[in-house]
């Protein structure tokens, strides 16, 4: 298969899940699911780690997280050394994501996406390629801000 992609999610987005599982897999993309697997209430941080961990390892190249909003997991997630997660609602923020941010995660939220809309969202954040040029020093900055103790 193609390019491994990590998803997760908790349990406010978990039938959101599937259709990002679904769209990946049409893609030709590889979706590693880590979970949320119930309805059980876990912590949406814990989720946004284990995703993104598996891309700061290298274990996949990009990620999708989900939340009922998609708020709280676009945060932690971008807490976490060399991520850049978008929350997108509409799919000319996904591709803007990609086109000019260089995003390597998504942010879904389950309740506020339907199905239909999110597969659109997620094919536009996975079709779309970074532009480079002058997005690219912007992007620099924007990672450079780790390294700031500000």
């Known amino acids: 298969m193609g390019m491994k992609i990590a998803i997760g999610c908790d349990h406010g987005a978990l039938a959101l899940k599937e259709t990002v599982k679904k769209v990946v897999s ?36 990009r990620g999708v997280v989900l939340c009922g909003t998609g708020i709280g997991i ?20 996904a591709r803007m994501a990609r086109a000019h941010n260089d995003a390597n995660v998504l942010a879904l939220g389950g309740r506020v996406l339907g199905p239909g809309l999110a597969a659109e969202i997620v094919r536009a954040f996975f079709t779309q390629d970074f532009e480079g040029g002058r997005h690219a020093r912007r992007v620099g900055k924007i990672m450079a801000l780790e390294n700031n103790n500000i």
């Open 74 to 93: 676009s945060m932690a997630a971008n807490k976490i050394r060399g991520i850049r997660c978008a929350l997108c609602g509409d799919v000319y923020s």
């Open 26 to 61: 049409e893609l030709g993309l590889e979706a590693d699911d880590l979970g949320t697997f119930t309805e059980e209430s876990v912590d949406y941080p814990d989720i946004a780690e284990k995703v993104c961990e598996k891309i700061a390892s290298g274990d996949a190249v």
